[in-house]
């Protein structure tokens, strides 16, 4: 069954602390990972997704097909990236479905 | 982000009625979405179209009915609500060549009393 897993529902961290959001999925194909991100007040939106290997806002993740993880890192945590994180999986030629988390609800404390 | 939009934003109803709830998206996205965000089981996908009088179930279809007769909109019933069915609902939609690239509505809250 394909199934993405945050563990933690809450993360709180100090500004300019390592940051760590943990993402572990079960799929039997190729998946396509991301993270969706949710600040106070505004909508759900695109954060990174892996294929595109790149770093938004300071965050990266990379894809461990071993550990099947998707983790969201970032050296230095700001407290503008407080919000809630979402890590989605999609099979490929799945219509553009995707499967999420639960969701990990991240404070950068001053 | 105005692109896309739901309506009502806030609905309190009562079990057994019916109720439908708007999306509508002006980029002509052929691609749209319906979730629902529990806490404890995040965003779960109800239904989704790929275009036009084309729908499909996603993982937690049941109590709901959608239609998709213009592009542009793809409205959510649900046909005789329950309690359990008390929820955030997010309408998404997505180009074809970037299906999962989503882009969320602000979210309708739905209280079932």
């Known amino acids: 069954a394909q199934r993405v897993t945050q563990p933690e529902k809450l993360l709180s961290v100090f500004k300019g602390a390592p940051v760590e959001l943990k993402c572990n999925y079960s799929y039997s194909g190729s998946p396509e990972l991301f993270w969706y991100v949710q600040y106070s007040r505004q909508r759900l939106q695109l954060l990174l997704r892996?294929?595109s290997r790149e770093s938004i806002k300071g965050f990266t993740a990379d894809l461990n097909k071993g550990e099947t993880s998707f983790h969201l890192k970032k050296p230095f945590a700001q407290e503008e990236d407080s919000a809630m994180y979402y890590c989605a999986l999609s099979g490929g030629n799945q219509g553009g479905k995707l499967i999420f988390g639960q969701g990990t609800e991240l404070s950068v404390k001053p | 982000d105005a692109g896309i939009t739901q309506s009502p934003r806030y609905k309190i109803t009562e079990t057994g009625r019916q109720v439908t709830l708007m999306c509508h998206q002006t980029w002509s996205h052929s691609y749209m979405f319906w979730y629902r965000q529990d806490l404890g089981h995040g965003l779960r996908l109800i239904y989704y179209?790929?275009?036009?009088?084309?729908?499909d179930k996603g993982e937690v279809p049941d109590g709901y009915v959608v239609s998709r007769s213009k592009t542009e909109n793809f409205p959510l019933t649900l046909e005789s609500a329950t309690r359990s069915q008390t929820s955030v609902y997010f309408c998404?939609?997505?180009?074809?060549?970037?299906?999962?690239?989503?882009?969320f509505g602000p979210g309708t809250r739905l209280l079932v009393l």
């Open positions: 892996h294929i």
């Open positions: 179209s790929a275009a036009a009088d084309i729908t």
């Open positions: 998404a939609s997505s180009a074809p060549n970037q299906r999962e690239t989503q882009y």
